[in-house]
Nanobody, 120 residues
């Protein structure tokens, strides 16, 4: 079974920084791409940042220049470095991964979510 384990959320003041991480565990052949989504209270879930196996990245316009998505050394972990945080960044952040499982199935896996709260 493939699982994503997220960590690093918390409370920070506006202008501060946080880093959230997400590790893939379980039987996999490869990770094609990983991403961070977020959902604020009363709003739809949105894609924040994504990275693929070739290290290509993309970001939602509202976080460009402030957030950076990157792979860990083993490429089974992805980080989202969030700088210059704003109250409107407050949301539950979800990690996702598109993987080729050990049984050669293409899977989209979601993490449990981690709360990021930014105070004014």
């Amino acid at each position: 079974q493939v699982q994503l384990v997220e960590s690093g959320g918390g409370l920070v003041q506006a202008g501060g920084s946080l880093r959230v991480s997400c590790e893939v565990s379980g039987s996999i052949w490869s990770i094609n791409a990983m991403a961070w989504h977020r959902q604020a209270t009363g709003k739809e879930r949105e894609l924040v940042a994504a990275i693929d196996s070739g290290d290509s990245t993309n970001y939602v316009d509202s976080v460009k220049g402030r957030f950076t998505i990157s792979w860990g050394n083993a490429k089974n972990t992805v980080y989202l470095q969030m700088n210059s945080l704003k109250p409107e960044d407050t949301a539950v952040y979800y990690c996702t991964a598109n993987v080729l499982s050990g049984s050669l199935k293409n899977l989209d896996v979601w993490g449990q979510g981690t709360l990021v709260s930014v105070s004014p």
